[in-house]
């Protein structure tokens, strides 16, 4: 199975909602990350996880707030967005995470609009 | 920061016809990867070069990784319109924690 999952597909909030995503992967991956795509644009990384430690966090705002229960799952918890926040959002794993460089697996997105 | 850039930003072509795209980075990369996001697609994985003036061949695909370790290329022969989509390189950079910066990508159209 070299499939990510995430869900939902496409979200609609408000910008005083609290919403989250979800994301899924099955291949022993120990490596997750979520990037933040406008159209046009290539992907931004927002945040890694490894080993579910978070490793990198790209200086994003605290209304993004990431979160790895286990080494199969990544969420990603939304609150008080900006219609500027409207994007897809891509969620991807990887074997690992370090000097080597390993390719990275993506889910589907989310496209997210923020009224 | 690292920056990584592509050109061209978008390229139309004759299905048949060549296409190259080059990718440039600020600084030097330790590895370097790219992806093919197709219209309403995800990026997906294509090829990852790390040797110095490495060259790799997939099918019509040829990708080649400069000698200083700070530039890329990827070029199709005989292009499909199964090609269209955007490319995207992404480099990483040296250190331990590096991580894989996106290049700003080339959209190709392929027309019949």
């Known amino acids: 199975d070299t499939e990510v999952t995430q869900t939902p597909k496409h979200l609609v909030m408000g910008m005083t909602n609290k919403k989250s995503l979800k994301c899924e992967q099955h291949m022993g991956h120990r490596a997750m990350y979520w990037y933040k795509q406008k159209a046009k644009k290539p992907p931004e990384l927002m945040f890694v996880?490894?080993?579910?430690?978070?490793?990198i966090n790209e200086s994003v705002p605290s209304r993004f707030s990431p979160e790895c229960p286990n080494s199969s799952l990544l969420n990603l918890h939304l609150h008080a967005l900006q219609p500027e926040d409207s994007a897809l959002y891509l969620c991807?794993?990887?074997?690992?995470?370090?000097?080597?460089?390993?390719?990275?697996?993506f889910g589907p997105g989310t496209r997210l609009t923020v009224t | 920061g690292q920056q990584v850039m592509q050109i061209p930003q978008y390229q139309h072509v004759q299905e048949g016809e060549d296409f190259t795209t080059y990718c440039n980075s600020s600084?030097?990369?330790?590895?370097i990867q790219w992806y093919k996001q197709r219209p309403g697609g995800h990026p997906v994985f294509l090829i990852q070069?790390?040797?110095?003036?490495e060259v790799k061949k997939q099918k019509r695909l040829t990708f080649q990784f400069g000698e200083a370790k700070k530039n890329s290329s990827l070029h199709i022969t005989a292009t499909q319109t199964t090609d269209v989509g955007t490319y995207f390189c992404a480099g990483k950079g040296t250190g331990t924690a590096s991580k894989l910066t996106f290049g700003t990508g080339t959209r190709l159209q392929v027309t019949l």
């Open positions: 991807a794993s990887s074997r690992g995470f370090g000097t080597s460089g390993y390719e990275q697996y």
């Open positions: 996880y490894s080993y579910e430690k978070l490793s």
């Open positions: 600084t030097t990369l330790s590895n």
């Open positions: 070069l790390v040797k110095s003036g």
